[in-house]
């Protein structure tokens, strides 16, 4: 038999190929049912306080008059009473549903659109009109709440003070406060929703309500080898509540802030440095309980570049979306925003830059609104 040419075994081996299965189906072909991207719903956990923001753009006067800073975030005690009736009183003000954790389920399930349900919620309201529009706002969202109601206390308010592109948060918890874990959590129906997610995200102002329900959830994720996130929330959580936040950190695969709140974090761990890329390093090198996961710190700097801290010293940089200065109408939700987008892509195990794309392009998007709202389809492909 005569040897083949090359001309006919370059035949031969194309048709080859041409029949032999793909080993990775197109993201566009019909997926097996435990395909990695395939999602289903409650695949994202975000356990927090439910508040209803009271937005409004105020002067310096009135920041000076209550003793808040731009760009900073507090809680709510006697002396600002009058502050919640002067914002409500003087300013023309707008309501959204709001709560940091909150926020960033509803932007993350936006991003995802299909299936319903994907985020899950959990948090506690008073049985009133303000927890009537958050439980409304839950549904339009396509976000599967599940609220703690009771009816000792109200449900949660914000007050907004935005002052040009930035804004100072005063958080009145109330209801959000209330938050129990053995009538909520601890409930059958309730953790079968906790363990049906493959990825949990907490804002570290929960620490201040329920240490023992972050635990319980960081712990399950540890054991399991899910991801965990948190965020550092505000400066007040580093100063005032370092030991649940420490208590936290070693089940944390990644962790969010912005460089004020990564400026006192290092402050509070006395890392000496201020340094963003070096807080980010010390953050991410810090003890962990789940070693099959490196830590990711991730870092916002506001217009300034993004920084992600990896594993073995590795620090990647990530541009923002550049904006005109005049289109931002409202900056409070843009770090909510910011962790919704990449959850959002975490949640479908995409790459990291991936995530950090998508951080940026909801962030880009709140702060051109009112609140932290978006309009009804993303344009994120």
């Known amino acids: 038999m005569a040897p083949k040419s090359r001309k006919q075994r370059h035949s031969e081996e194309k048709e080859k190929v041409e029949v032999t299965p793909p080993k990775k189906p197109r993201l566009s072909e019909e997926k097996k049912p435990d395909s990695p991207t395939e999602l289903s719903p409650n695949s994202l956990f975000g356990m927090g306080n439910p508040l209803l923001d009271i937005s409004a753009e105020v002067d310096k006067d ?133 363990e049906k997610a493959k990825v949990y995200y907490i804002a570290g102002f929960f620490l201040t309500v329920s240490l023992e329900s972050i635990l319980k959830v960081a712990k399950h994720a540890a054991e399991n080898n899910k991801v965990f996130c948190l965020n550092l929330a505000a400066p007040f959580i580093s100063q005032f509540f370092k030991d649940g936040l420490m208590q936290v950190m070693p089940y944390v695969d990644v962790l969010f802030g912005n460089e004020t709140e990564a400026a006192e974090f290092g402050k509070a761990q006395e890392f000496e440095t201020e340094d963003v890329e070096e807080l980010a390093k010390k953050a991410q090198a810090l003890p962990k309980e789940n070693t099959k996961r490196p830590r990711v710190v991730v870092f916002t700097q506001g217009k300034e570049n993004t920084i992600v801290a990896q594993s073995d010293n590795k620090i990647d940089t990530f541009p923002v979306l550049k904006i005109d200065p005049k289109d931002i109408v409202d900056t409070n939700g843009a770090g909510d925003a910011f962790v919704g987008g990449f959850l959002s892509q975490l949640v479908q195990e995409k790459p990291l830059e991936r995530s950090v794309e998508a951080g940026h392009y909801a962030a880009n998007v709140v702060i051109r609104r009112s609140g932290c709202t978006f309009p009804e389809k993303p344009e994120f492909h």
């Open 62 to 194: 009135f920041l000076d008059k209550f003793g808040l800073k731009p760009n900073n975030a507090i809680l709510a005690d006697e002396s600002h009473k009058a502050l919640f009736e002067e914002l409500i009183g003087k300013f023309p003000a707008e309501y959204h549903a709001g709560g940091a954790t909150q926020n960033s389920i509803r932007v993350a399930q936006w991003l995802i659109q299909k299936p319903d349900k994907v985020g899950t919620f959990f948090g506690c309201i008073g049985k009133d009109k303000f927890g009537d529009i958050l439980k409304k706002k839950a549904l339009e969202g396509k976000v599967d709440a599940h609220y703690y109601e009771q009816e000792a206390e109200p449900t949660g308010t914000c007050a907004v003070c935005i002052t040009g592109d930035k804004r100072s948060l005063v958080a009145n918890l109330a209801a959000a406060n209330a938050y129990k874990k053995e009538k909520h959590l601890d409930l059958e129906g309730n953790w079968a929703l906790v």
